[in-house]
């Protein structure tokens, strides 16, 4: 059974960074593009990052270019999200996903997800 487990969200003030977490099992995970999502309260899922199984390609949502950094740990069957710059409409649960499709900022395409880490950033 495929699991998605994510780790790291929390309360932070405006300016301050975290580092999310997502642990997979049950899958060979280095043979999968990995992406994050965020959804605040009220708005739809939206596309944060991807990165491809060999971690060469890339590519991130446009509200946080330059801010957020994704990064996979083949060896540790992680990948991780750096969050830098924060702001408070960075406020969300950030779901990790899963897919055996090339790196795509399509949710849809995403076949395992995680429950979420919530990220709270105050002003």
């Known amino acids: 059974q495929v699991q998605l487990v994510e780790s790291g969200g929390g309360l932070v003030q405006a300016g301050e960074s975290l580092r999310l977490s997502c642990a997979a099992s049950g899958l060979t995970f280095s043979t999968y593009t990995m992406g994050w999502f965020r959804q605040a309260p009220g708005k739809k899922r939206e596309f944060v990052a991807t990165?491809?199984?060999?971690?060469?390609?890339?590519d991130y949502g446009d509200s946080v270019k330059g801010r957020f950094t994704i990064s996979r740990d083949n060896a540790k069957d992680t990948v991780y999200l750096q969050l830098s710059s924060l702001m408070p409409e960075d406020t969300a649960v950030y779901f990790c996903?899963?897919?055996?499709?090339?790196?795509?900022?399509?949710?849809?395409?995403?076949?395992?997800w995680g429950q979420g880490t919530q990220v709270t950033v105050s002003s």
């Open positions: 996903a899963g897919t055996s499709v090339a790196t795509t900022k399509n949710p849809s395409l995403y076949y395992y």
């Open positions: 990165i491809s199984w060999s971690g060469r390609i890339t």
